[in-house]
């Protein structure tokens, strides 16, 4: 029988003790406030690799706020791990907010551009799918179609994987952006 | 220019009763700056970037700057040969030295290291000295010469990425891109160095926006919106940990270089001495609490005492005061403490485990969280603890023979009595290093001064340069001279000295008595050491007796007194004849033997309390 504290060290040393949730990898979303400043993104990436820490998909852009950019991070890691990417992330100077949105309800999103080959044998059996999918056809030419899909990653994983018994020229994905449903205080008030 | 040299008293004049407080700025929330003087007098002057960035650090109270000028830089030179300025320049010798010099230098005095160096390689010679600072947590702000903007990204001569490079070693870097940033990101580079966590911040600066003019406007205050950090630490968390001491039967204070550098060494004392608590320190918070003292174990961790990592493995409650768990410290992290709860008490929430788990966690200085800590805290009945404790320490004390062999612990035992623990210590890394934390017995906060997290040879002699002229400064400005004269004594390796023995110069230039000895036993003593104990005395490129120089007429080559001391009866009389020296840096080089080793020893991926304690042991252990 182990004493807390042995279970406490074991863990420290990565050792697994029980087949606990918190052992595991999970994958996290982690929302970032950033100053829009020349660097501060690399100051992000740059710490992940430093502290060896696992980075699944990255997206960036500017939010109505002036000078701030918002980023959406989706990382692995145990409990452990994640606490620590979210403290080294909120160390950096350009970092005004850090939040792991995993656990709270959210909204997630990605947008992804498809090409596929298509020709007037095939076109419509395409759109058909992308219908399906909630897709639209953003372009289209004598040879391809490119259909433009958002949602959560899976909807997109189902989208590519359809479109893959045809012929997928190139695929573009953002990246994900993720939002808490509810601002923190009204979580904070219930 | 009489408005200039008025303020240069003044400044110098804050400075002194800054340092003379001796609890450091960090422990303040707000922008501690005591050297922000209102608006300051030069606001609204027309000045080039060379001038703004001069005045800038004047105003941030800084008394010494330590640099090596070229092309990028030129300019900025330029002006201080001009301008009046409220601090002098220090040319070291490689840039290298001049990071470690600062290091030295906000080691000794608990204030902001200044660097100034050129473009390109300038700046790369730096970075070991940056990324020293930073796994050491030392306030530094180096200021690198760049090419002109235009010419950022051309491969141009002395052109590097700087920022760039120096990203994940310092706690944030600045390139100026215009020219009316520049007071402003001046202002915060001290502001983050020496606040929060304290570590090194880089401050590129392009040619063309040292040449160009602004008004300067030196900012009376911060305002960096995405920085902050409690001083304070959560009221329910320090209630928490009062009722865990109160909980604990054995009890252990395990104290790093945050509480130095947050000038908590007093408090703790009191603390520790106060609730009967056994203290063991990092080798960064050596001198935190008086080795002297019965409640002290002295050193954790691989070459920590046996009686330290013995009180360890049998703890209840270990209370981290600004320790981080480095791997050095514990060892076999998954059966290190086996039965101790954790308190980790620390200004950085990366830091509150990291490594290891902690029960309870308070963020905050050091400084503060001892003040409220301390009153819900009553004294405690450690006594058969101690008493434990006692017994630990007579099986297993650090000693070594009095004998016919010049031994190096005896030098620095006998360096303790001439100095009777009043003086700065700054080791080199190695063998060297662990003998002086081992058997000097510190008193003191500041006295001693190493480089701990990334091991950097050559650090010794540069540092203790700086560290001399902290002092040297200190006394000068202190008003009421009550700052003591200490004698700064640097030891180094026959190796590690000649990595930065150039900067020898810089000390006799400026006729710095500075006391350098060199355990001299002909290797690379700790790469030896493991490769007797663990690589069967493959002794592959770690031997340097037959190519080392002369190290006598190498030191007075460099303007210094050089002495040899070959035999254990000389120690005392060569420490005598290096302390008459008052005017230039003295070199004692001690022929030690080769075969001497530190002990005890926790070899790699042991649990703590399997220490090899001398050679006959190695096998029982492995």
């Known amino acids: 029988m182990l004493t807390d504290q042995q279970i406490f060290r074991r863990r420290a040393a990565g050792q697994p003790v029980f087949e606990d949730e918190r052992e595991k990898n999970h994958q996290h979303m982690i929302t970032l406030r950033l100053e829009n400043t020349i660097g501060a993104l690399n100051r992000v990436i740059n710490m992940f690799s430093q502290r060896g820490f696992n980075l699944t998909s990255v997206s960036v852009g500017e939010t109505n706020e002036p000078g701030i950019s918002r980023m959406t991070l989706v990382t692995t890691g145990t409990d452990r791990i994640i606490a620590q990417v979210v403290k080294q992330l909120d160390n950096l100077i350009d970092t005004l907010s850090v939040d792991d949105v995993t656990e709270a309800p959210h909204v997630q999103r990605e947008l992804c551009l498809v090409k596929v080959a298509a020709d007037a044998s095939n076109r419509s059996v395409l759109t058909g799918i992308s219908d399906i999918f909630r897709g639209r056809v953003v372009n289209i030419t004598t040879e391809t179609m490119t259909f433009e899909v958002s949602g959560p990653p899976a909807k997109i994983n189902g989208f590519i994987g359809m479109m893959d018994e045809y012929t997928i020229l190139e695929v573009a994905r953002s990246g994900r952006i993720a939002m808490r449903r509810k601002m923190e205080f009204e979580e904070d008030a219930e | 220019m009489s408005s200039s040299a008025a303020l240069r008293y003044d400044y110098h004049h804050r400075a002194a009763t800054r340092a003379a407080v001796g609890t450091s700025f960090l422990s303040n929330g707000s922008d501690s700056s005591a050297g922000s003087p209102g608006s300051h007098p030069l606001n609204g002057q027309t000045m080039t970037g060379s001038q703004i960035l001069l005045r800038a650090i004047e105003a941030e109270g800084v008394d010494v700057i330590f640099g090596y000028p070229g092309g990028a830089v030129i300019g900025i030179y330029d002006e201080m040969h001009r301008l009046d300025l409220g601090f002098e320049h220090i040319l070291v010798r490689h840039e290298q030295g001049g990071t470690h010099a600062a290091e030295g230098y906000a080691k000794a005095t608990g204030k902001v290291g200044t660097v100034l160096v050129t473009s390109g390689p300038g700046a790369t010679n730096c970075v070991t000295g940056i990324a020293d600072a930073y796994l050491d947590s030392i306030p530094l702000v180096v200021f690198t010469g760049q090419v002109p903007t235009h010419l950022i990204g051309n491969d141009a001569f002395q052109e590097c990425d700087t920022v760039g490079i120096t990203r994940s070693i310092t706690n944030h870097n600045y390139l100026v891109r215009d020219i009316n940033d520049l007071a402003r990101v001046v202002k915060e580079a001290y502001y983050i160095a020496r606040t929060g966590r304290p570590g090194p911040v880089v401050v590129d600066l392009?040619?063309?926006?040292?040449?160009?003019?602004?008004?300067?406007?030196?900012?009376?205050?911060?305002?960096?919106?995405?920085?902050?950090?409690?001083?304070?630490?959560?009221?329910?968390?320090?209630?928490?940990?009062?009722?865990?001491?109160?909980?604990?039967?054995?009890?252990?204070?395990?104290?790093?270089?945050?509480?130095?550098?947050?000038?908590?060494?007093?408090?703790?004392?009191?603390?520790?001495?106060?609730?009967?608590?056994?203290?063991?320190?990092?080798?960064?918070?050596?001198?935190?609490?008086?080795?002297?003292?019965?409640?002290?174990?002295?050193?954790?961790?691989?070459?920590?005492?046996?009686?330290?990592?013995?009180?360890?493995?049998?703890?209840?409650?270990?209370?981290?005061?600004?320790?981080?768990?480095?791997?050095?410290?514990?060892?076999?992290?998954?059966?290190?403490?086996?039965?101790?709860?954790?308190?980790?008490?620390?200004?950085?929430?990366?830091?509150?485990?990291?490594?290891?788990?902690?029960?309870?966690?308070?963020?905050?200085?050091?400084?503060?969280?001892?003040?409220?800590?301390?009153?819900?805290?009553?004294?405690?009945?450690?006594?058969?603890?101690?008493?434990?404790?006692?017994?630990?320490?007579?099986?297993?004390?650090?000693?070594?023979?009095?004998?016919?062999?010049?031994?190096?612990?005896?030098?620095?035992?006998?360096?303790?009595?001439?100095?009777?623990?009043?003086?700065?210590?700054?080791?080199?890394?190695?063998?060297?290093?662990?003998?002086?934390?081992?058997?000097?017995?510190?008193?003191?906060?500041?006295?001693?001064?190493?480089?701990?997290?990334?091991?950097?040879?050559?650090?010794?002699?540069?540092?203790?340069?700086?560290?001399a002229f902290g002092l040297r400064n200190a006394r000068r400005m202190d008003p009421s001279a009550q700052t003591p004269d200490l004698p700064v004594i640097s030891i180094n390796g026959d190796g590690g000295f000649l990595m930065n023995a150039q900067e020898l110069v810089v000390a006799a230039a400026h006729g710095i008595p500075l006391k350098v000895v060199i355990l001299n036993n002909g290797h690379l003593g700790m790469v030896r050491q493991w490769q007797e104990l663990f690589h069967e005395e493959r002794y592959s490129h770690t031997d340097l007796e037959s190519t080392n120089p002369d190290f006598v007429a190498l030191a007075e080559a460099y303007h210094c007194v050089g002495l040899r001391c070959s035999h254990p009866s000389d120690i005392k009389k060569t420490i005598d004849e290096a302390w008459e020296v008052t005017d230039r840096p003295a070199v004692m080089e001690f022929r030690v033997v080769k075969e001497e080793m530190v002990f005890p020893m926790v070899p790699a991926g042991a649990a703590s309390d399997q220490m090899i304690t001398s050679r006959g042991n190695l096998r029982d252990v492995a």
């Not at chain 2, 076999?332 to 980790?344: G, L, S, T």
């Not at chain 2, 620095?412 to 210590?425: C, S």
């Open chain 2, 206 to 467: 392009p040619k063309d926006m040292l040449a160009a003019t602004a008004q300067f406007e030196y900012p009376d205050e911060v305002n960096i919106r995405g920085y902050s950090f409690p001083t304070q630490g959560d009221t329910a968390a320090v209630e928490q940990a009062a009722e865990m001491i109160a909980r604990a039967e054995k009890p252990l204070l395990y104290v790093g270089g945050g509480t130095v550098s947050s000038g908590a060494g007093p408090k703790l004392t009191a603390f520790a001495r106060r609730t009967r608590i056994p203290v063991t320190t990092t080798l960064h918070g050596i001198g935190a609490f008086p080795e002297e003292d019965e409640l002290s174990l002295g050193m954790l961790g691989m070459h920590g005492t046996w009686y330290a990592n013995q009180a360890v493995q049998n703890a209840d409650l270990l209370i981290a005061v600004g320790a981080r768990f480095d791997d050095r410290v514990t060892g076999k992290i998954a059966e290190w403490a086996p039965n101790a709860e954790i308190i980790h008490i620390d200004i950085d929430a990366a830091c509150i485990s990291k490594n290891v788990p902690a029960n309870c966690s308070i963020q905050g200085d050091a400084f503060h969280v001892l003040d409220q800590l301390d009153p819900l805290v009553e004294p405690k009945d450690t006594e058969s603890w101690m008493r434990q404790i006692a017994e630990w320490k007579k099986t297993c004390p650090l000693e070594c023979p009095d004998d016919e062999f010049l031994r190096p612990q005896n030098v620095i035992k006998a360096l303790r009595e001439k100095t009777n623990g009043h003086a700065i210590v700054v080791t080199d890394v190695g063998q060297n290093q662990m003998w002086a934390a081992q058997f000097f017995s510190y008193v003191e906060p500041r006295s001693h001064i190493t480089s701990g997290g990334l091991g950097t040879m050559g650090f010794s002699v540069p540092a203790a340069i700086g560290a």
